[in-house]
């Protein structure tokens, strides 16, 4: 850590670590009700535990994001953060709004549009918010000394990031074009702009821990997002097959997301070649095995598992399946839970001054959340594929089938419980590490 | 060899280029198509109260509609066809938890006026066309239904 404001970070990664732990607990309660176990019915009917399960998701990776943004960009620019204490009003503002937000959920205070349920008055504190944070970061990187290409890349990706949450909050009489520019903001968002955010943390992490020039990792960066957006605006086309929209979506979305893959790949290859170049042998490993992780898994998860199911003729019958959940979870967890986690393992050393990062319990809970996450992703997929042959193909109705596959759900609820165990290490070694302090500064 | 400003070329103009073509095709999409596809003519003030009923209450949050949605309850789009209105009205109006084949809706226990909002909503979206979804299942005649 080179300087003070730096340290905003930890806070935020802390609040990302408090909402996933609350996150996983929503999992239960949902896990458990389609196990046939629904007994909190009354006081949190499934609505509102899946709502607080996404949302927590949501703002857990964008504090994750803003923490990282808070570290990265500082030392990108070489120049501290031009308000610590805005950052700090910023922090708690944005935990508020999660709060309220989640706490009126349980009262049937939201929006009944999956993602974007906050209600729209609270919408505006979070446009205030990401403002606040986005004003921060922009100022410092105006009067910095460089302006990198990986901090541009990151900053850029949380700019379109802020503007496409706008077409979400714009009322539509009609169900068809609310759910067109729903999408505007959720595909958008994760096989868009959010992959610019993961790209420019993976970027840093590669020079940082790799040492491979500069130049050549920022190279391939532009290559990868130019990659992203030539097939991920077009593919948006692949949530317009079905919905009240024109045939011709058919044909480019088929394409284009056929296409997106390829960006994911290219982050898996691009994080190899680069591991294998570098000559620098740094010590922290975990860190390594987090950003090599969040390269590969979310090949897996978003582009195989994504593949998997975007091409229309397949999509007619998974549309809105068990199978959308196998994908939404690897691709979540490999894209964006992992990247985050990357960059709070690469960072909690050079914030606290401590290296814990040879610890078992790390990389107990490197392999334990990644092999427990696979075992879910194959527990909601095979109730998926047998949802959709029986539902959708036999025509046995929806109830019945949901009967025959509660047991899937039980080998699910055993593989998140391994998950969870993961994360709990993860989250020990955090608390481990301690508050971030000024030794740790190292003037270079 | 590639070089950076090439790279950095071929992602600034693909982008653009990607976002003008996008932006082109969804002004055809709305201003066109999908007035024509979901009859908005029909989009009466009735259908307009249910749906808001449909967003305050998050019944996206168990079941889905045009396939979007939680994977928890039965897919909607097609109810009014499936189940018919008096059942709809049933289930809306239950003043227990609605649950035949054993798993807990909401007891939400609506007027006749708000269901019958609702009921319009669903009967409104089940005549959008879908280019075929849902597919018909191909065994159905075989398998014994339980309604
Ligand atoms: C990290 C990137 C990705 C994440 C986080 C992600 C996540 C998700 C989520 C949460 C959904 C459900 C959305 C909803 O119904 O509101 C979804 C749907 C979908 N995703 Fe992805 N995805 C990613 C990348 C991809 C890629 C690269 C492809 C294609 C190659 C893809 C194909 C699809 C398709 C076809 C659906 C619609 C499923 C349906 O019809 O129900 N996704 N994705
Ligand atoms: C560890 C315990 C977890 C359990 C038991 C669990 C279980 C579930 C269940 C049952 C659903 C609802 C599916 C439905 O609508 O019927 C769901 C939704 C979802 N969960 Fe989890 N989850 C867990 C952790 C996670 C994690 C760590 C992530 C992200 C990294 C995640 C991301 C999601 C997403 C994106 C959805 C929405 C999927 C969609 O709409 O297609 N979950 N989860
Ligand atoms: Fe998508």
Excluded at chain 1, 158 to 173: H, K, S, T
Excluded at chain 1, 334 to 357: D, K, Q
Aim: some cysteine; overall charge positive; hydrophobic content about 50%.
């Amino acid at each position: 850590m080179r300087y003070k404001s730096q340290k905003v970070a930890y806070w935020f990664f802390a609040l990302s670590m408090l909402l996933l732990s609350l996150q996983i607990i929503y999992g239960f309660i949902m896990g458990f009700a389609h196990m046939g176990y629904d007994v909190l019915h009354t006081y949190i009917p499934f609505n509102t535990a899946r709502a607080v399960h996404t949302n927590l998701l949501v703002v857990w990776l964008l504090s994750g994001f803003m923490g990282a943004a808070y570290y990265i960009i500082p030392e990108e620019a070489e120049h501290e953060l031009v308000n610590i204490k805005l950052a700090y009003i910023q922090l708690i503002s944005l935990a508020l709004v999660g709060v309220v937000a989640i706490v009126g959920y349980h009262f049937n205070y939201w929006e009944g549009r999956k993602f974007l349920e906050i209600p729209r008055p609270l919408d505006w504190l979070v446009v205030v918010n990401v403002l606040t944070f986005l004003g921060l970061l922009l100022t410092t990187l105006f009067k910095g000394k460089k302006k990198t290409t990986t901090s541009m890349v990151l900053t850029m990706g949380l700019v379109f990031a802020a503007l496409l949450y706008l077409p979400g909050m714009i009322w539509f009489d009609n169900q068809t074009m609310d759910s067109f520019f729903r999408w505007w903001v959720v595909h958008l968002w994760v096989e868009g702009v959010w992959e610019l955010i993961m790209g420019g943390i993976l970027a840093y992490l590669l020079i940082k821990i790799t040492g491979v020039d500069r130049e050549v990792i920022e190279k391939w960066l532009y290559v990868i997002v130019g990659l992203t957006f030539i097939s991920g605006i077009l593919g948006t086309g692949h949530h317009y097959y079905y919905i009240g929209t024109p045939k011709y979506w058919l044909i480019i979305g088929g394409i284009f997301s056929a296409l997106e893959p390829l960006a994911f790949l290219g982050m898996a290859l691009f994080a190899l070649a680069m591991y294998r170049k570098g000559e620098k042998n740094h010590p922290n490993k975990l860190a390594l095995s987090w950003t090599l992780g969040t390269a590969i898994v979310s090949f897996v998860g978003a582009g195989l598992l994504g593949l998997a199911h975007t091409v229309p003729q397949v999509n007619l019958y998974t549309h809105g399946t068990l199978v959308t959940a196998m994908h939404g979870h690897l691709a979540f967890w490999g894209a964006y839970g992992m990247i985050v986690l990357a960059i709070i393992s690469y960072t909690m050393p050079n914030m606290t001054g401590r290296n814990l990062f040879n610890s078992v319990n790390g990389s107990m809970a490197f392999w334990l959340s990644n092999i427990g996450m696979l075992g879910m992703t194959v527990a909601f997929g095979v109730a998926g594929v047998a949802q959709v042959y029986m539902e959708r193909i036999m025509g046995v109705d929806f109830g019945e089938v949901q009967k025959e596959i509660q047991v899937h759900f039980g080998i699910l609820l055993i593989c998140a419980t391994m998950f969870t165990v993961g994360i709990s290490l993860f989250i020990y070694e955090f608390i481990r590490y301690g508050r971030p302090n000024d030794e740790a500064i190292i003037i270079q | 060899m590639l070089s950076k400003s090439q790279a950095r070329t071929f992602f600034l103009g693909g982008t653009v280029l990607s976002f003008a073509v996008f932006i082109g095709l969804s002004w055809n999409t709305l201003s066109k198509e999908v007035p024509k596809n979901t009859h908005e003519e029909n989009l009466s003030p009735q259908v307009i109260s249910g749906k808001h009923l449909w967003e305050k209450n998050n019944c996206m949050g168990c079941h889905t509609i045009l396939g979007e949605g939680a994977y928890y309850a039965p897919e909607l789009t097609k109810v009014y066809e499936r189940r018919g209105e008096g059942y709809i009205k049933a289930a809306l109006m239950s003043k227990t938890p609605w649950s035949p084949r054993g798993r807990k809706m909401v007891a939400y226990g609506f007027t006749e006026q708000e269901a019958n909002d609702l009921t319009a909503f669903l009967k409104w979206i089940g005549e959008t066309d879908l280019n075929g979804f849902p597919a018909k299942p191909k065994y159905q005649t075989t398998i014994n239904q339980s309604k």
